[in-house]
């Protein structure tokens, strides 16, 4: 199968990574606007084709899919114009800015006859997928409450925050995760800031949702904790229903390694390596989403309308954040 990455910052890289290590996957083209960043990125895989312009890439007839990693306000036009090309399309999340861009997108995928995926990560997270069946197999009763961390040390915040902030950069994955639980979403959000540094977005957020079964949802997303912190995130997810309850702890300390400088968490979920190669749920979702293009079935995980309600939600939660006031939804 041959595949294309338009977008290669970090986690543009870390797509070719991934789709480095999926049998039968081969990364066909590659674009961003930056020459000597396409020129790094492509001699590090052997990719031949480079372009600066992903119209071009696009055109190529041998290109069968795309992973599109670009930032998140500048997701609407190359979407739309994959799929016009009948490109497949992986999107990462969130799926755009605006709820316009959003609206536009999931237009785009009902008029083609292309695949397309947003990638929540999370739901391709082990603990989080068992929690999901678990639910589903009526294990805990109706879900009450549900409260999520998802922090992080300022210097990875101090990497974004220009960009993006918290509760959608962050909060949009617990978003999804809470509606994916319930079967439900959010009718209402209060949401508050903190801004700590001189950066465009702040620091921190904290919301809480009101969803449309009744069940209330609280999430925190703090990007300053202390630059020693061990980890590069402190993600828990605690889900309280009638009958019983859930508890996912995803950071310090399932692995922990300590040398002369310190002491460290490296990752073991999403991205790690393991001999060599990359593993985790992003090598996972990518792998689920190449497969169904390969077997011709339509991705089932998420739906581009679940992709839209988590960033719909994420939207009134900022604005709750700014007017102070809480913001009805629908």
């Known amino acids: 199968m041959k595949h294309g990455i338009i977008g290669l910052g970090w986690f543009g890289e870390k797509h070719a990574e991934a789709l480095s290590a999926i049998p039968n996957v081969d990364i066909h083209s590659i674009c961003t606007r930056t020459e000597s ?15 600066t312009d992903y119209h071009e890439m696009l055109a190529d007839p041998e290109l069968e899919s795309v992973s599109i990693v670009t930032m998140w306000d500048q997701h609407r036009e190359p979407v ?12 990462e999340k969130p799926m755009a800015s605006t709820l316009e861009d959003c609206d536009a997108i999931v237009a785009a995928t009902k008029k083609s006859d292309a695949y397309f995926m947003t990638g929540h990560i999370c739901r391709f997270n082990p603990r989080y997928a068992a929690a999901k069946q678990a639910i589903a197999d009526g294990k805990i009763g109706k879900i009450v ?8 040390p300022s210097w990875v915040g101090a990497s974004v925050l220009d960009k993006i902030g918290p509760i959608i950069g962050d909060g949009v994955h617990d978003t ?6 319930s079967e439900s979403r959010a009718i209402s959000a209060y949401a508050q800031t903190v801004q700590v540094r001189e950066y465009a977005n702040p620091d921190l957020g904290q919301v809480m949702y009101r969803l449309e079964n009744g069940a209330s949802c609280i ?3 703090v990007w300053c904790l202390p630059d020693t912190t061990p980890f590069q995130i402190d993600e828990r997810l605690e889900i309280i229903g009638t009958e019983g309850s859930i508890s ?17 968490c490296p990752d073991t979920t999403y991205w790690p390596e393991i001999h060599g190669r990359l593993s985790g ?50």
């Open 37 to 51: 960043r396409l020129n790094e990125v492509g001699d590090r895989f052997g990719v031949e084709k480079r372009y």
């Open 80 to 91: 739309i114009a994959a799929l016009e090309a009948g490109k497949h399309v992986f999107l």
């Open 145 to 152: 409450s549900m409260y999520a961390r998802r922090n992080l």
């Open 176 to 181: 999804d995760l809470m509606f994916w639980f």
């Open 219 to 221: 999430l925190e997303a």
């Open 248 to 264: 996912i702890h995803d950071t310090h300390p399932n692995l922990m390694i300590v040398d002369k400088d310190g002491s460290t």
């Open 281 to 330: 749920a992003l090598r996972d979702e990518l792998a689920y989403f190449t497969n169904c293009v390969e077997t011709k079935q339509t991705p089932a995980i998420i739906s581009p309308e679940e992709s839209r309600e988590a960033v719909r939600a994420c939207l009134a939660a900022e604005e709750s954040a700014r007017t102070g006031e809480a913001v009805k939804i629908g």
